[in-house]
């Protein structure tokens, strides 16, 4: 069976650094483009990177760019989120999704890990 799993959240205080793990199991996630998401409390889930399948090309959206980097590690079947100075307005569930493309639209992806919190606060 198909299954993503997120791990690494918790609490940190501002400035503070976390890694994201995306683990997958049931199917290899090299052949997928992978994104990661993020849903705070009364808000719409936004994007927040991605990785292509093809070539790795990373994306990222311009709140998280240059704090955030996003990268894959196909032997351990596994694609982290690296997020350095985590502001307040970070705090969010984050989900990581595998797709056939690269996109910003949570829609188009096809597998979708449970969700894990993270909480920036001092």
């Known amino acids: 069976q198909e299954q993503l799993v997120e791990s690494g959240g918790g609490l940190v205080q501002p400035g503070g650094s976390l890694r994201l793990s995306c683990a997958a199991s049931?199917?290899?996630?090299?052949?997928?483009?992978i994104g990661w998401f993020r849903q705070a409390p009364g808000k719409e889930r936004e994007g927040v990177s991605c990785i292509s399948r093809s070539d790795d090309t990373t994306y990222y959206a311009d709140s998280v760019k240059g704090r955030f980097t996003i990268s894959r590690d196909n032997a351990k079947n596994t694609v982290y989120l690296l997020m350095n100075s985590l502001k307040p307005e970070d705090t969010a569930v984050y989900y990581c999704?595998?797709?056939?493309?690269?996109?910003?639209?949570?829609?188009?992806?096809?597998?979708w890990g449970q969700g894990i919190q993270v909480t920036v606060s001092s």
């Open positions: 999704a595998a797709g056939f493309y690269s996109s910003w639209y949570w829609e188009e992806y096809k597998y």
């Open positions: 049931g199917f290899t996630l090299d052949y997928y483009a």
